[in-house]
């Protein structure tokens, strides 16, 4: 098995992560083990020391054994193995010291070891269930298709062993979607994947279906795809490239960056940005943020909706599907500006487009109704969408959800604008909205792609609050 072979940095420091958390759950099972015991075994100033060791010790043994792992091949029953075993350590410890300490200061041993052992039991169970429930909102999350990454992977009869173990791991979080190769022993061998034999047919599998890693795991001297050309067709459109160690020259591998693993060793080019934990503190942000919206908006939600079905009795929200990250399909919300039969009409209306691209506007819509033309103009008609934020579709800042027919018509270098999940702002809502071109559009949100932090979204939703202000939708 190839528990931890792809475990890379972005789990490394969710590993740390769980390892902290498992620590504040074991100093508070050694607080709540007073409740279980009627005398005070320790003093206020002993019981501070002994939680200081408790820490120093669990630190060593959870990462000695592994346990910050958070998606593991190998079942619950090494899992539990760990804590017994890191659990049993710290117990021999602590038994050790106040034995000693006990002798020392001619006490009685027993309270002390009654303490520990409760400590060690309530700890054992704690730790337990927390990564029971962890473990299985995880699987439930993956099994709805979020949080999880689909992959392709280039490999020759070799491989199969690699992407026998890879789709036994499901907890990964990885997907397999298509495997690329010229031999027919991956036919039929693996029916849930699509088998892809040519380059160029690769790169348009990778163009029109979502795919969000690519594994190289052929040798270094396989001329059957350009490793080169492969490089740029990925960076082109965002999608990460993992490239096994063996199959890179000395020349290359210096240039790259090393992701080292256990089993297997790949080196990742991606263009997206690297910082994993301040990506997944965008999406807590984005769902708290986003519930609290909806919440606390709910009065006027509920308004919006009574004044459309009041101006012409027809559908409260406008439903279209948009895509998201790296091609994914998705329907997106709003409340509708238009008339019921808008989309018909807008066949007819194609003559007096005034954008320089595959999108669609006019500055006078014949379209829009009167409460749509306010809703537009203070921006509430895109309130919905912090549904989809919260569904995990969108982000609250981030590139603007295109249309399938707007992506089948751009350059191949501006799909790159999809390697970020989409979003309700960006810079173009703040630096211009309506009055940016085309081109200047997608080349702001590959800036905002290049460019990405934390702060730099804080920035662009206090922006936005300043555009609503100035009602200047439409």
């Known amino acids: 098995m190839i528990t931890y072979a792809m475990i890379t940095k972005r789990e490394k420091k969710l590993s740390t992560v769980m390892i902290v958390t498992q620590l504040l759950i074991t100093v508070l099972s050694f607080y709540f083990t007073k409740l279980f015991i009627s005398d005070d075994v320790f003093s206020s100033n002993e019981f501070v020391i002994v939680a200081i060791q408790t820490i120093v010790i669990w630190s060593f043994l959870l990462y000695k054994f592994k346990l910050g ?25 602590f038994y050790s010291e106040f034995f000693l300490l006990s002798k020392l200061q001619h006490t009685s041993f027993l309270p002390y070891a009654e303490y520990i052992a409760v400590f060690a039991l309530i700890n054992l169970i704690s730790l337990v269930v927390f990564k029971l429930v962890f473990y299985n909102l995880m699987r439930y999350m993956r099994r709805k298709g979020h949080n999880s990454r689909n992959v392709l992977i280039l490999g020759n009869e070799t491989t199969i062993p690699f992407i026998d173990n890879f789709i036994k791991a499901k907890d990964w979080g990885y997907h397999l979607v298509a495997i690329v190769s010229h031999d027919d022993v991956f036919k039929g061998r693996y029916k849930k994947a699509h088998i892809v034999k040519k380059q160029e047919t690769l790169k348009k599998y990778v163009t029109v279906n ?136 807008l066949e007819g209306l194609q003559d007096k487009n005034e954008s320089d691209g595959p999108t669609f506007k006019i500055e006078k819509d014949p379209r829009i109704t009167k409460i749509g033309c306010i809703l537009r103009k203070t921006s509430l008609d895109e309130l919905p969408q912090f549904l989809n934020v919260i569904k995990g579709d969108m982000s609250v800042v981030g590139p603007r959800p295109p249309l399938l027919k707007e992506v089948k018509l751009y350059e191949r270098c501006q799909l790159r604008r999809l390697s970020m999940k989409p979003g309700i702002t960006c810079i173009w809502q703040v630096k211009g909205r309506n009055k940016v071109s085309f081109q200047e559009w997608m080349q702001m949100d590959l800036e905002y792609i290049d460019k990405w932090s934390l702060w730099e979204d804080a920035k662009l939703i206090l922006g936005t609050v300043g555009v609503i202000f100035k009602m200047s939708g439409r």
Do not use: W
């Open 69 to 93: 792992i958070i998606f593991r091949a190998t079942g619950f029953g090494n899992l539990i193995r760990g804590y017994i075993v890191t659990i049993g350590l710290g117990l021999g410890i």
């Open 210 to 345: 979502a795919i969000d890693d690519i594994f190289y795991c052929l040798p270094v001297n396989d001329k059957s795809y350009n490793i080169e050309l492969l490089l740029k067709e990925s960076e082109e459109i965002g999608v990460t490239l993992h490239i096994m160690q063996p199959s890179l020259s000395q020349k290359q591998f210096r240039k790259s960056l090393s992701n080292k693993q256990s089993k297997y060793k790949f080196v990742t080019y991606q263009t997206i940005p690297k910082s994993y934990m301040c990506l997944k503190l965008k999406d807590m942000f984005d769902f708290f943020f986003s519930s609290f919206i909806v919440i606390i908006l709910f009065p006027l939600f509920a308004l919006i909706a009574l004044l459309i079905k009041a101006n012409d009795g027809g559908p409260v929200f406008f439903k279209q599907e948009r895509i998201g990250l790296n091609g994914r399909r998705f329907t997106c919300y709003k409340f509708r500006s238009m008339v019921v039969d808008a989309e018909a009409m």
